[in-house]
Structure formats: structure tokens, C-alpha cells
């Protein structure tokens, strides 16, 4: 007896909670047609009439004949240039466009960072290698050359007697070899890009084309007054 009572409690039970689940959708043409004309829909209020009367500043409404058989009569017919209010989407529309030019902007900005990285990329290659220095080697390597022999020879063709002058341009010759050594460096602490390398490879070169003349001059000299 208890069961066919739990039972029956359940079943009168059942309908009421099927009903409490139930949602009804209900849709408001009025309210549809207020946010469209808001946003970016035709420009239309409902009731019309009530909007003409009340709220025609807000709308824009006003009075028009239509002749429409016998259906004619005076209509209300909202416009959106004689509403006092503006849409809402312009707004939208110019706070898109600032995002969106806000966004160009940083892909802009992003850009000439990673250009800026590649560019610091090249740069960090260019100064591990050395690729000027083979075309100035054989000539470094004949001016080196012609000065040893010059400097040796007016140390014997003196007998000793030019060594002030001999260790000048020695020591002139040791600075100049010592700054293309520098240059010619690379690794960690020696990072120097290939155009700087170049400039200084050129300096040297004159100085030590300079050097191979005074060297030369002293030979003269040697050869002169040495017999």
C-alpha cells in the first residue's frame, strides 16, 4: 500500500517539475526595432504613434500623407536626421578604427624590432670573421719585407752606427704591426665589423707605405756614407 502511494505521489509530481523547466521565448518587435535603430538598422520605433507624440524629438518622427487607395492617410515616418540623437555604432565604428590603428601600430613597431634583430644578427656574424685582411696581406707581407731587409742592411752596412735610427723605425714598424694584429682579431672582445676592419687596414697600409720610403731614405743614406 505504501508503494502504490510513493508511486502515485511521484506521478502528480512530475508534471510539476516538467512545467518549472519550461522556459518560454517570448520576441518584442518594439524593442527589436529600438535596438536596431540604435545600432546599425533601418530607423524605425513601434508603437509609431506613441513615439510621434511623446518621444519625437528622440525619434525623429513626423506626419506624411500616403495615398494608398482606400488606406490613405496621414502616416508617422521616423528619420534619422531629424532625431536629436545619435547611433551608437558610429561610435563603435571610430573606437574599431582606433583599435585597429592602435594594433597596425604595434605590428609596426614589431617589424622594425625584428629588422633591428636581424640586423644585429648580421652584425654579430660580420664582426666573428675577418673577410677584408686576405687583400691586404700579400702587401703588408712585401712592406714587412722590403723593411726587415732595409733596417738590417743599415745596421751592417754601419757597422752599428745607424742603431738610434734603426730602432726608431723599428719601433714605429712594432705600433703598426701591433694595430693590424688588433684588427685582425676576433672572437669575444675583439667584435669589429668587416667596414671598420677595412678602414683600418687602409691606415695602416699608408703608414706603413710611409714607413717603407723613410726605411728606403735610410738605405740611401747607408749606402752614402757607409763605404
Known amino acids: 500500500m505504501r508503494k502504490k502511494l510513493l508511486i502515485f505521489s511521484l506521478l502528480a509530481l512530475l508534471p510539476m517539475g516538467m512545467s518549472a523547466q519550461w522556459v518560454q521565448i517570448s520576441h518584442d518587435d518594439q524593442k527589436e526595432k529600438q535596438w536596431k535603430s540604435m545600432e546599425n538598422g533601418p530607423w524605425d520605433f513601434a508603437p509609431d504613434w506613441y513615439y510621434y507624440l511623446f518621444h519625437k524629438n ?6 506624411h500623407w500616403r495615398w494608398r487607395g482606400f488606406h490613405s492617410g496621414l502616416y508617422v515616418e521616423f528619420e534619422e536626421e531629424d532625431s536629436n540623437v545619435k547611433r551608437i555604432m558610429p561610435v563603435r565604428v571610430i573606437s574599431e578604427e582606433t583599435q585597429r590603428q592602435k594594433m597596425k601600430k604595434v605590428e609596426d613597431e614589431r617589424q622594425y624590432i625584428e629588422e633591428l634583430h636581424k640586423e644585429d644578427v648580421l652584425r654579430q656574424a660580420d664582426r666573428n670573421v675577418d673577410l677584408v685582411y686576405k687583400s691586404f696581406k700579400d ?12 733596417l738590417v742592411f743599415c745596421m751592417t752596412r754601419s757597422k752599428g752606427k745607424m742603431k738610434a735610427q734603426v730602432d726608431e ?6 705600433i703598426i704591426c701591433q694595430n693590424i694584429a688588433y684588427l685582425h682579431k676576433t672572437g669575444i672582445g675583439y667584435e669589429l665589423e668587416n667596414a671598420k676592419r677595412q678602414k683600418g687596414y687602409i691606415d695602416a697600409k699608408k703608414q706603413m707605405e710611409e714607413l717603407v720610403s723613410r726605411t728606403a731614405h735610410l738605405v740611401g743614406m747607408a749606402q752614402n756614407y757607409y763605404k
Not at 139 to 150: A, K, P, V, Y
Not at 169 to 174: C, E, F, G, P, V
Open 58 to 63: 528622440y525619434s525623429g518622427a513626423s506626419l
Open 139 to 150: 702587401d703588408f707581407n712585401r712592406m714587412q719585407n722590403s723593411i726587415s731587409e732595409g
Open 169 to 174: 723605425l723599428s719601433r714605429q714598424n712594432n
